[in-house]
């Protein structure tokens, strides 16, 4: 099996892959979020949301299978390919942009448990909630933060929104 790389985004050229990875990774977790709200979020997500973060994105034999997006320390987005999901890919993700983007904070839909129980396992602590999503949309936010304590490496690099794009 070829190894998982990550890497900065090339940019706007493979934006078109970045947003079918985030389909398929919000058609398989978000099925809370309202089909009319996925729409408009993919709308903007070549245009305004992926342009906007630094952008992080995993690839196996030269194919993206996941991508993160930073922003002053925030995670603000983080899919994978769907059929890629349990494969550590997430894990690897996130422990690059703690480690190289000092990221320690990031936003999860509520209703999103298997992310909320992911970031959990991976150190992050519910810091504040919000009733709606940044967009005002009814997808209640919990704010997460790293802890002091952080879990071991080993645990970091096993194996989901933009914040819930």
């Given at each position: 099996m070829p190894e998982l790389t990550i890497r900065p985004s090339i940019g706007a050229d493979e934006y078109p892959a970045l947003v079918a990875i985030w389909r398929?990774?919000?058609?398989?977790?978000?099925?809370?979020?309202?089909?009319?709200?996925?729409?408009?979020?993919?709308?903007?997500?070549?245009?305004?949301?992926?342009?906007?973060?630094?952008?992080?994105?995993?690839?196996?034999?030269?194919?993206?299978?996941?991508?993160?997006?930073t922003l002053d320390g925030n995670l603000?987005?983080?899919?994978?390919?769907?059929?890629?999901?349990?494969?550590?890919?997430?894990?690897?993700?996130?422990?690059?942009?703690?480690?190289?983007?000092?990221?320690s904070r990031v936003d999860v839909n509520e209703q999103n448990a298997a992310a909320v129980a992911f970031y959990g396992r991976?150190?992050?602590?519910?810091?504040?909630?919000?009733?709606?999503?940044?967009?005002?949309?009814p997808y209640p936010l919990l704010h997460l933060r790293l802890s002091q304590a952080q879990p071991s490496a080993s645990t970091a690099s096993t194996a989901a929104t933009p914040r819930r794009r």
């Open positions: 398929s990774a919000v058609d398989a977790t978000h099925g809370f979020v309202h089909e009319s709200h996925r729409d408009e979020i993919e709308a903007h997500l070549a245009s305004e949301y992926l342009p906007s973060v630094a952008l992080s994105v995993a690839e196996i034999g030269g194919l993206p299978v996941g991508f993160a997006g603000e987005m983080l899919f994978v390919d769907a059929a890629r999901r349990g494969d550590g890919i997430g894990s690897a993700l996130l422990a690059h942009v703690v480690r190289h983007q000092d990221v991976r150190g992050f602590v519910v810091a504040g909630r919000s009733e709606v999503d940044e967009a005002g949309r």
